[in-house]
Nanobody
Framework: QVHVVESGGGLVQPGGSLRLSCAAS????????MGWYRQAPGKQRELVAT???????NYQDSVKGRFTISRDNAKNTVYLQMNSLKPEDTAVYYC???????????????WGQGTQVTVSS
């Protein structure tokens, strides 16, 4: 019913930038909180940033001032602009959306498949 697809990952040098995108599609009635998690090798998945439908944002302390989350509600899309990247930002980044769907009507959390971000010289 709902597909969540991320794009924009890749290899970047320390200090560089990347922009991740995540689009949700399908039988969507409304999208509430959207956000990004990441998981580095050997570590637990951790929250990076979230954004509500009204645009309120929340960030993990380690990315404050470097990452910016935004969204386009008309396109059910969330973005993560990552600047001043560090090697410790290397991880698989997962997008999620808290989505209300039709046919049947239900509110669930949907996840993308993940996109690799590697910060290395």
């Amino acid at each position: 019913q709902v597909h969540v697809v991320e794009s924009g990952g890749g290899l970047v040098q320390p200090g560089g930038s990347l922009r991740l995108s995540c689009a949700a599609s399908g039988s969507i009635v409304s999208t509430y909180v959207m956000g990004w998690y990441r998981q580095a090798p050997g570590k637990q998945r951790e929250l990076v940033a979230t954004i509500t439908g009204g645009g309120n944002t929340n960030y993990q302390d380690s990315v404050k001032g470097r990452f910016t989350i935004s969204r386009d509600n008309a396109k059910n899309t969330v973005y993560l602009q990552m600047n001043s990247l560090k090697p410790e930002d290397t991880a698989v980044y997962y997008c999620y959306g808290d989505i209300f769907t039709s046919g049947p009507f239900a509110r669930e959390t949907y996840w993308g498949q993940g996109t690799q971000v590697t910060v290395s010289s």
